[in-house]
């Protein structure tokens, strides 16, 4: 299984870009890498996917560098309502039945101030 | 993406009595998962429910305490059996909506008290 590891807490400020790094040393090739953001009381929603290099979508970017031992969510510009904990997965595209490729790492609980 | 209901939101409950969580979907899944979320902790998968066959447990989850079900392919109960205060925690279903994109969705989740 490929552990993650995130920086425990961030604080940032409203309009900032926000950057979380998500280390993954023994991603496996057929991986991805899946950011969720959940709201308290709020189950985990999905963000973005990616293989490697970079993907962009309405709401955030991911940054894969070659080596894929890391990750970084970039959020542009976040507003008061981005505070939310953020978690990275990696994981096959193709689960088995067992799901046992599911394990969220630790999560990383961004604070955005006024 | 898919819908999840989740039943009850939120349940107090007395030691050594059961509960059961309804996880309802608006589509046909092949996947449905069931976590356990200690407040203010990560995710920890407890067992993975899949229709037509036993639901597979990760370590340190037994079918006994929490036994199971998926009767067809958009429903699904956890049943927290014989409960005590080390079972409160906040219980949700997820399911993958895109078989070959690893992509969970999920519900909000029930918050359980146990005194």
């Known amino acids: 299984l490929a552990k993650t590891t995130q920086p425990i807490s961030m604080d940032s400020y409203e309009g900032q870009e926000v950057n979380i790094t998500c280390s993954h040393n023994n991603i496996a090739t057929n991986d991805y890498i899946t950011w969720y953001q959940q709201f308290p009381s709020q189950g985990p929603r999905f963000i973005i996917q990616g293989y490697k290099t970079k993907v962009t979508n309405e709401v955030a970017s991911l940054f894969i560098p070659a080596d894929r031992k890391s990750s970084t969510l970039s959020l542009p510009r976040v507003s008061l309502s981005d505070t939310a904990v953020y978690y990275c997965?990696?994981?096959?595209?193709?689960?088995?039945?067992?799901?046992?490729?599911?394990?969220f790492g630790g999560g990383t609980r961004l604070m955005v101030k006024p | 993406s898919a819908v999840i209901s989740q039943k009850p939101s939120r349940d107090i409950c007395q030691r050594g009595t059961s509960l059961t969580i309804q996880c309802q979907v608006d589509?046909?899944?092949?996947?449905m998962f069931w976590y356990r979320q200690q407040p203010g902790q990560s995710l920890t998968l407890i067992a993975t429910a899949n229709q037509g066959s036993e639901a597979t447990y990760e370590s340190g989850f037994v079918i006994d305490k929490f036994p199971i079900s998926r009767p067809n392919l958009t429903f699904s109960t956890l049943t927290v059996s014989n409960m005590s205060p080390e079972d409160s925690s906040i219980y949700l279903c997820?399911?993958?909506?895109?078989?070959?994109?690893?992509?969970?969705?999920f519900g909000a989740g029930t918050r359980l008290s146990v005194l």
């Open positions: 589509s046909q899944v092949t996947m």
């Open positions: 997965l990696v994981a096959p595209r193709a689960l088995n039945n067992a799901g046992n490729m599911l394990t």
């Open positions: 997820s399911v993958i909506g895109e078989i070959a994109k690893n992509i969970q969705y």
